[in-house]
Every structure is written in C-alpha cells, then in structure tokens.
C-alpha cells in the first residue's frame, strides 16, 4: 500500500497551484492550520537553494473532532500533509498523505472509519486538480 496519493499538473506555475490545491480542500471541508515553505527554510536555517516546495497542514475540523475522540493521541498525527513540489522540468507535483496507510498502526476500528473518510476525501482533492 502507498502512503500517498498524487498528481502532475503541467498547466500551470507553482503559486497557482497552491492557490488550485487550497480551493480543492475547501470544497472537501479542509482548511489550511499551517504552511511550511521548505524553500525559504532551507535558504534561511541552511544558505543551500532548494526548489519550490510547500508543506500544507490541510484540517477537516469535524474529521479531525471526531479522530481524537477516538483516539486520545491522534493528534502526534494531524494535520494532514499536503505537498506541493515543482519539478526539474517545471511540472507541479501535488501529493498528500493517506490517512489510511499512516494510522495502520494504531489499532482502533473507530479511527479507522475516520481515516477511510478523510482518505476519499483528500483522494478528491487530488483527483480534482
């Protein structure tokens, strides 16, 4: 099983992409709780170039209320990574994680239902773009 779901959108520049992604997980119920641009990171902690890379923390607030009543510790895993890369060629790469390969280890058949949802949910998102 993968751990991710993802697509190449060779239409369109990086800045718009994230704009694209952002709207995607709106209309699925998620919004954004943070946003790490790895590229500026790298720049500042290390002086070392990287490509366009953003890190989107996307939250379904029901979803994720009804994970940690389900699971007390769930929280070690939320939000749901959202990434958006641009490749040596230029094409824009979206994955985001699937819920459902990152909490096999957690034993627990009520968060499992949860993660099944959340899981068709970002598959949406990603089919969407």
Not at 24 to 30: H, I, N, S, T, V
Not at 45 to 56: A, E, Q, S, V
Request: glycine share 6%.
């Amino acid at each position: 099983m993968g751990y991710h779901f993802s697509r190449t959108l060779s239409d369109t520049g990086f800045e718009d992409a994230i704009t694209r992604v952002t709207e995607a997980l709106k209309e699925e119920g998620f919004g954004i709780l943070t946003e790490i641009d790895v590229k500026a990171t790298m720049k500042k902690k290390l002086d070392r170039d990287f490509r366009n890379y953003r890190i989107l923390g996307a939250c379904n607030p029901l979803m994720a209320w009804q994970a940690l009543h389900a699971e007390e510790k769930i929280g070690t895993m939320l939000p749901c990574n959202v990434i958006v890369q641009q490749r040596d060629n230029g094409d824009i790469e979206v994955a985001a994680v699937d819920p459902v390969a990152s909490m096999q280890a957690v034993d627990n058949p009520d968060l499992a239902s949860v993660a099944a949802e959340v899981s068709e949910r970002l598959r949406r998102v990603i089919d969407a773009l």
